[in-house]
């Protein structure tokens, strides 16, 4: 179990880095969701169903959502 | 009584999203019935509690209600009141004013860590949709960012104080012992979190834009929110943690009133400039609340409420001017009343006798003495000499200049509001029981941990 | 530079934070019987003295069953519901606030008349697939916070996934708008109705967002009094909250 | 363990709101801020071997150690559902402030003086 929270815990780590250097910005938010959906997989871990869903439900999929309609608004909202 | 000062705005904000013409007359009707309700208990004496959903104190949420957050409230719910007798600064921003006026009632009345965290955050988001009237976006969005963050430090420091001892209850939180290196922990985080509100150093970057971008923005964020949120500082600091942090706390506000005094004094924007001045006034307050005792405390909140009535004036009449005219020289030339009063509310702000400010500034200075401190009262004097400059300045050039031809017509609220409130100040050098006697009961209600703990605790009772 | 003095800034951080790490229980250690929430787990709040638990006097509760009995102050199987809508429903009452303001604020600061065009045709799969799914999607949210109460889940999980039903309708039709008028009478009335059970609690319990209703038995569909409501109101309005900024956002201004 | 994790990751987030010139990627920083300390907060309440803290046919009494600590659960829920209100108003704030400025990175953006 340990090992495998470390792995999930290092993916988190090398998308929130990704996310916050990557040139364009859609990247970036692909990259935010993701590290949204391996948190998933610790909140499970940590016997936290209820948060899992919510997390799920708002943190990886709404909250992509709402960006990536925004990103689309701005045009690409001017690339790095 | 006391959920209805929550549950009225509340409700109202709900009602009023379905009819949308309704908001500006329901916003009036919030803040008379909370001024209503607030008069009908004065000040309670004691410390009585509501209990949410029946679950008792360290369980449960409570409200608290006593001097302390009664004061607090009535000078909360003042300001949202004078704001909804102006119904064009209203404008479409009914609804998000009264839900900021829930959370600001809230804010001040919770007894627990985590429910002061939710009502933090939906003044954030209310003050940010304030302020992003006129296009103010690009400022809106820096406080935005750096509220999210003060909010997840808020966070962080609540859930450090329940691992330390088990319950978010703050009367709890007093009483358990907390071990000292846990104890700095809290603290450190707390004064991060609520830097961002009370406008502490590092963290008062969104202020100058912020106030200076409209004319809604400052008057209800500079008055209101800022002292429920420099309440929540002497509630935390004073009662909750026995004033252990305040070494940190003064050295920050010392460096806040400096820089804030002198970034003042540069600025050439009208509300800008007296942004800068606010900041530089929490400060004071801040180093005043981090000296903990309750004449201390109690100064600091008589000092802050001069310094709110004076704001509100001062940005009222900014606010008039800076949309009404592209040049402001000589612009009081037109606007008598406007100007005399703008000029009495600068005057307390610097604290000449005859005004409310000079009554606040010497009993500070006083206090301080008997507590053989010179540097604050040193810094405080260089302050006062940077304020006389720009007020001087400003005043000079909004009365004196050469006019030019722009012409608005007279706000006779406004007007009218700006005037009454000088005179209060006037009223207040002559008989600063007026509000002195409120804000002493604040700071011993504030600094009487026991006090809090037994009411909070032993009296469990529901009802109104 | 700017870069060094972002590292020193944060790196500073991280050691503050490590520092403070040493001040709190370590990672699977935290003792339950220590906190207020065990009695959240055991449902006996109500006869613990409060003076006494908070002068050190534990009053550890003792192993009992729960599942399937009646007579508990709070009937629901999922103690994280019965605290979020129950013990601290105030601050779920804030939470749906902080939604809402949200929501409003979006409104103010886009003020948009008219809806987005993604300017491309939406494909086959998805234009006939939406037909299909939606209704399955809007009864699964649908059951996700009637069931709040038993399992995961609840009023906010539900409510998004009603929300991103609209979401899906926005991306496969072009013409679709939602209708505003539905969707903010649905939130406002459902938010008012939160305050009302607040105050129905406050008129016949002496306390606001008393639990008024008979608890029921713990695990069953019917139980744990005016939780299962008030997270269908909740679930109704984070829905139509969350639908209405995904509306909002697809809106622009004239010109 | 997870502690170090999320302090890492809040050490990131700070880092990328320092460094980076393009707002969005500000609002991309406060969320994982935001999840960070979502995370910290639910492993102050893990107990080893717990379970959810569901009562279920299987599960049907209580006992100390036996359930995780519900309260942070609670807690994190409510502080993501304000995460998404925020991040909510701060796309929204962007939107109109590429509009009136016609770009969101401070570098480029038009008319923001002082």
């Known amino acids: ?80 | 009584m006391i959920s209805l000062l929550i549950a009225i705005p509340l409700l109202l904000a709900f009602v009023s999203v379905m009819w949308k013409r309704l908001a500006k007359p329901l916003f009036f009707l919030a803040a008379v019935t909370n001024m209503t309700v607030l008069l009908a208990s004065w000040f309670p004496n004691s410390v009585e509690i509501h209990v949410m959903g029946s679950w008792k104190p360290p369980f449960g949420i409570n409200l608290v209600f006593d001097n302390a957050s009664f004061y607090a409230a009535l000078v909360v719910n003042f300001f949202f009141f004078l704001v909804s007798l102006m119904p064009n600064l209203v404008e479409s921003y009914g609804v998000s004013l009264m839900l900021l006026m829930a959370a600001a009632n809230g804010f001040v009345l919770t007894g627990d860590l985590f429910n002061s965290f939710v009502f933090m955050e939906i003044m954030t988001i209310t003050a940010v949709t304030v302020a992003s009237r006129r296009e103010n976006f690009y400022n809106a969005f820096k406080y935005l960012i750096l509220g999210g963050i003060a909010g997840s430090i808020y966070l962080l420091a609540t859930i450090f104080a329940y691992t330390a001892t088990g319950s978010l209850n703050m009367a709890h939180v007093s009483m358990a012992t907390i071990s000292a290196s846990s104890l700095v922990a809290i603290t450190t985080l707390y004064a991060i979190g609520l830097g961002v509100e009370a406008k502490l150093f590092p963290l008062n970057g969104w202020v100058s834009g912020v106030y200076g971008g409209n004319d809604l923005a400052p008057v209800i964020l500079g008055t209101s929110v800022s002292f429920a949120a420099l309440y929540m500082v002497g509630r935390l600091f004073g009662t909750v943690f026995h004033g252990s942090g305040a070494g940190v706390l003064y050295t920050l506000a010392l460096i806040t009133i400096i820089i804030g005094e002198v970034a003042a004094l540069r600025q050439q924007n009208l509300l800008k400039a007296f942004a800068y001045s606010s900041v530089a006034q929490a400060g004071v307050v801040v180093a005043m609340i981090s000296k903990g005792t309750s004449r201390a405390m109690g100064l600091a909140y008589f000092h802050l409420t001069n310094d709110a009535v004076a704001k509100f004036v001062i940005f009222l009449v900014a606010g008039f001017l800076v949309y009404n005219y592209k040049n402001l020289n000589g612009v009081f030339k037109k606007h008598k009343v406007l100007g005399a009063s703008f000029s009495m509310a600068t005057f307390s702000l610097v604290g000449f006798p005859l005004f409310a400010g000079f009554q606040s500034k010497l009993r500070i200075i006083m206090e301080l003495f008997s507590m053989k401190d010179y540097l604050f009262p040193a810094v405080m004097l260089l302050a006062t000499l940077i304020e006389v400059g720009y007020v001087v300045r400003w005043n000079v050039k909004l009365w004196f200049e050469e006019e030019t031809d722009e012409k608005a017509d007279n706000p006779i609220v406004a007007g009218t509001l700006a005037l009454i409130l000088s005179l209060l100040l006037v009223a207040v050098f002559i008989k600063p029981e007026i509000f002195l006697g409120g804000a002493m009961k604040m700071g011993n209600a504030l600094a009487d941990t026991k006090d809090y703990i037994h009411g909070v605790l032993s009296v469990v009772k529901g009802g109104m | 530079m700017r870069r060094f003095y972002a590292i020193l800034v944060a790196a500073g951080l991280v050691y503050m934070l490590f520092m403070f790490l040493g001040t709190i229980v370590p990672y699977g250690k935290a003792d339950v019987a220590d906190r207020v929430s065990a009695h959240f787990l055991a449902k006996d709040v109500n006869s613990i003295s409060p003076t006494k638990w908070v002068e050190g006097d534990k009053q550890v509760p003792h192993s009992e069953r729960v599942y399937g009995r009646k007579g508990f102050e709070d009937g629901s199987a999922n103690v994280v519901t019965s605290i979020v809508v129950n013990y601290r429903s105030f601050d779920t009452l804030g939470e749906v606030t902080v939604l809402f303001a949200s929501a409003v604020g979006v409104g103010l600061i886009l003020g948009g008349t008219r809806r987005m065009k993604y300017g491309r045709k939406p494909n086959f799969i998805l234009r006939v697939s939406t037909g299909i799914l939606l209704p399955l999607i809007i009864l699964f949210g649908i059951y996700i916070f009637v069931h709040g109460h038993l399992t995961p889940g609840g009023g906010f999980p539900g409510g998004t996934i009603i929300a991103a039903a609209v979401l899906l309708l926005y991306l496969s039709n072009e013409e679709f708008s939602l209708n505003m008028i539905v969707s903010k009478s649905l939130e406002g009335s459902m938010g008012s109705l939160y305050v009302i059970f607040g105050l129905i609690g406050l008129a016949a319990g002496g306390a606001f967002l008393f639990n008024f209703l008979p608890n029921g038995v713990v695990g069953s569909l019917f139980s744990a009094g005016v939780v299962p409501l008030v997270y269908m109101t909740i679930g109704l309005k984070v829905g139509s909250e969350l639908s209405g900024v995904v509306a909002e956002i697809h809106e622009e201004r004239e010109g | 363990m997870v502690y170090i994790i999320s302090i890492i990751l809040v050490g990131i987030g700070v880092y990328g709101l320092m460094t980076q010139k393009n707002l969005f990627k500000h609002l991309i920083s406060l969320s994982i801020i935001d999840t960070a300390v979502n995370i910290f907060i639910v492993a102050t309440g893990y107990v080893n071997g717990g379970k959810a803290p569901i009562y279920t046919k299987n599960f049907p009494s209580f006992a100390i150690g036996r359930f995780v600590d519900p309260l942070p659960q609670a807690l994190v829920l409510t502080a993501i559902v304000i995460g998404v209100g925020t991040l909510a108003v701060g796309a929204s704030l962007l939107v109109r402030v590429k509009e009136k400025h016609s770009s969101i990175d401070v570098e480029n953006m038009k008319g923001v003086g002082e």
């Not at chain 1, 364009?24 to 209820?50: E, G, H, N, T």
Request: glycine letters at 8%.
């Open chain 1, 1 to 80: 179990m340990s090992a495998l929270i470390w792995l999930a815990g290092g993916i988190m780590i090398a998308a929130a880095i990704f996310a916050v250097e990557a040139r364009k910005i859609l990247d970036a938010v692909i990259a935010m969701s993701a590290l949204s959906l391996v948190s998933v997989f610790l909140f499970i871990a940590m016997r936290a169903p209820d948060v899992a869903i919510t997390e799920a439900s708002v943190g990886a999929g709404l909250v992509t959502a709402v960006l990536l309609v925004t990103l689309f608004r701005m045009r690409g909202g001017d690339d790095k």
